[in-house]
Nanobody, 115 residues
Framework: QVQLVESGGGLVQPGGSLRLSCTASGSTVRFYAMGWYRQAPGKQRELVARSTSAGNTNYADSVKGRFTISRDNAKNTVYLQMNILKPEDTAVYYC?????????WGQGTQVTVSS
């Protein structure tokens, strides 16, 4: 069983930056695919960025060039560096760990981009 705890959300002005962190406990996530998803009010949850256990990454088109996912397996932690934030990035951001079809989710952290 994997427990995921996100942190780093908050209120930021357009054009600003935030770094989200997701720390796992209960098991090493070294061999898991790790990802960040988000859900805005009235919308479906969508993939933002994902990192395979081999370190390959993919991003939603809307965040390419602005967001970067990284992982520190020694700390059992995955990060999402978000730059040049836009109001449309406002959402609850969720951390995900996946292996062999089993998904684990964090509780989510709110990111609000507003002036």
């Amino acid at each position: 069983q994997v427990q995921l705890v996100e942190s780093g959300g908050g209120l930021v002005q357009p054009g600003g930056s935030l770094r989200l962190s997701c720390t796992a406990s209960g098991s090493t996530v070294r061999f898991y695919a790790m990802g960040w998803y988000r859900q805005a009010p009235g919308k479906q949850r969508e993939l933002v960025a994902r990192s395979t256990s081999a370190g390959n990454t993919n991003y939603a088109d809307s965040v390419k060039g602005r967001f970067t996912i990284s992982r520190d397996n020694a700390k059992n932690t995955v990060y999402l560096q978000m730059n040049i934030l836009k109001p449309e990035d406002t959402a609850v951001y969720y951390c995900n760990a996946a292996e062999l079809g089993i998904n684990y989710w964090g509780q989510g952290t709110q990111v609000t981009v507003s002036s």
